[in-house]
């Protein structure tokens, strides 16, 4: 992992649909940046490195796999937008993507350790109260690993 990302920010779009990056990402996409469709329905913002890697898996996959690899390639790609921070350190988010995330006014920019997420604040609120309640209680956290362990062996 070349870099770490910590913290939740709120942020609003603005009229153009563009966001602020934190300060503490920024350096991260000086150069470029690009956004995916995420899981739970955010956005995903990858590092240049980080979504080459993840676009020559998918490209493997669709060369060695059946139909199913090479559609989801296309769409992998067809969803994922390169993006430049301005001066500022906005991000512009293209229509789609917003849609998809349902982003619109109120959002929070999230330190996923990997990568970075966009939430729709209702979205966030909702998807968070189901990781902080994981914390909480971590032996029901483990209890899914423990049992996936045993249908292995």
């Not at 995903?44 to 676009?55: I, K």
Request: with cysteine; net charge negative; aromatic share 8%.
């Amino acid at each position: 992992m070349d870099e770490l990302f910590v913290g939740q920010f709120e942020h609003s779009l603005d009229v153009k649909g563009r966001i602020v990056l934190p300060a503490s990402f920024r350096g991260a996409f000086e150069q470029s940046g690009y956004l995916i469709k995420g899981s739970e329905g955010c956005l995903a913002l990858m590092t240049p490195t980080q979504f080459r890697e993840l676009a020559l898996e998918m490209s493997t996959r669709s060369k060695e796999g059946d139909r199913r690899h090479r559609a989801a390639k296309r769409s992998f790609g067809a969803g994922a937008a390169r993006v430049l921070p301005d001066k500022q350190g906005r991000i512009a988010i293209p229509e789609e993507l917003r849609e998809f995330a349902q982003l619109q006014r109120d959002c929070v920019v999230v330190g996923s350790i990997d990568e970075v997420e966009l939430w729709s604040s209702q979205r966030w609120t909702q998807i968070n109260e189901t990781g902080d309640s994981l914390l909480e209680s971590p032996d029901s956290f483990s209890a899914p690993l423990a049992e996936e362990a045993a249908e292995v062996s």
